[in-house]
């Protein structure tokens, strides 16, 4: 078996191990590769792993020894899966890799937001406390979150996970979700449409793929039905927030914040609008990234990959089996 991956670089700069694929037969590993090159690397594999990397029909229609595309990732909106069945070949994605970790990062975006412990560490070291005088102060008032509703749209692993974090901190937990799913053991926890949802949090945390039905899900409608001074975080995918009503929420004051780690361009332009907008935090695209969980994600596949070669393929999207 031949395992090409495409886009190794940023899975592994080489602070993890690719045994578990190179255990299954010959890996080749490419850090990056362009529009032009894909073809040319992929041509006698057997199985093609991506992160980023966009593959088309095109591609599907010009790989004939090609069996499986793993997604080195969760998200598979850069591969067209349907052309890819046209072709028998399969396509799997790898889930809940790093559920605490992008929970994890989604809390550290709404307490630095609430808290602002950065911006004060800053102030301390530039002097500006010792200039002040005084045995304390603050650039602007901490929010406590306990007490606080949180919204989580998207009620899967990262979500529930998100929900038991915010439940610690005193936070009554409100989820809305395409698919039925069991309450969790805390209260107060309740399931209720979008539009409730979006009325009664002070919190709204995204964690839903990216559909047609979610693309712009956060919108100048949606935004409007918010609290005023709601804080809004994106952990799941950038394209389910409307970037130019969201700036102008957070300039009007309708939104109270915004944390993302995804942005619908990646890496942004320096004029997107949301760069310049009052009372926001961005990371980029890193909530995924420790090394537990990028590691997980290669012996996930390598787990994926056997399984399809044995004939019981596990997290195949498309439902083409071997």
């Known amino acids: 078996m031949k395992i090409v991956v495409l886009d190794g670089h940023v899975l592994n700069p080489g602070d993890i191990s690719w045994a578990s694929l190179e255990n299954l037969g010959e890996l ?104 002040l005088g005084s045995w304390c102060y603050w650039k602007t008032a901490p929010i406590c979150l306990a007490g606080k509703t949180l919204g989580i749209v998207g009620y899967g692993a990262i979500g529930a996970c998100l929900g038991r974090m915010a439940h610690a901190f005193g936070m009554r937990v409100l989820a809305t979700n395409r698919s039925q799913k069991p309450a969790p053991d805390y209260t107060p926890f309740a399931f209720v449409s979008l539009p409730e949802l979006l009325a009664a949090s002070d919190v709204i945390s995204l964690h839903c793929p990216l559909t047609e039905q979610t693309r712009g899900l956060i919108n100048g409608p949606n935004l409007a039905r ?87 393929p596990s997290h195949v999207v498309n439902d083409v089996q071997p």
Request: glycine share 6%.
């Open 28 to 131: 080749v590993v490419y850090e990056e590769t362009a529009k032009d090159q894909i073809l040319t690397r992929s041509q006698d594999c057997d199985v093609l792993l991506v992160n980023k990397v966009r593959l088309n029909e095109e591609h599907a229609r010009a790989l004939p020894s090609l069996k499986l595309v793993g997604l080195l990732a969760t998200g598979y909106d850069n591969v067209d899966v349907k052309a890819f069945a046209r072709q028998r070949i399969a396509v799997c994605n790898v889930v809940a890799y790093g559920v605490e970790d992008v929970a994890q990062h989604a809390m550290a975006l709404l307490l630095e937001l609430c808290r602002r412990t950065s911006e004060h560490n800053e102030a301390v070291k530039s002097g500006e406390w010792s200039h």
């Open 226 to 312: 918010m609290r005023q001074g709601a804080i809004l975080l994106n952990t799941a995918r950038g394209s389910l927030v409307d970037e130019g009503a969201c700036a102008e929420a957070l300039r009007s004051g309708q939104l109270g914040g915004f944390g993302a780690d995804v942005l619908c361009e990646e890496p942004p332009k320096l004029d997107n609008p949301l760069l310049s907008a009052p009372n926001t935090l961005f990371t980029p695209h890193m909530a995924w990234a420790t090394t537990r969980a990028r590691q997980r994600i290669i012996d996930l596949m390598a787990e994926n990959i056997s399984n399809f070669f044995a004939g019981h």
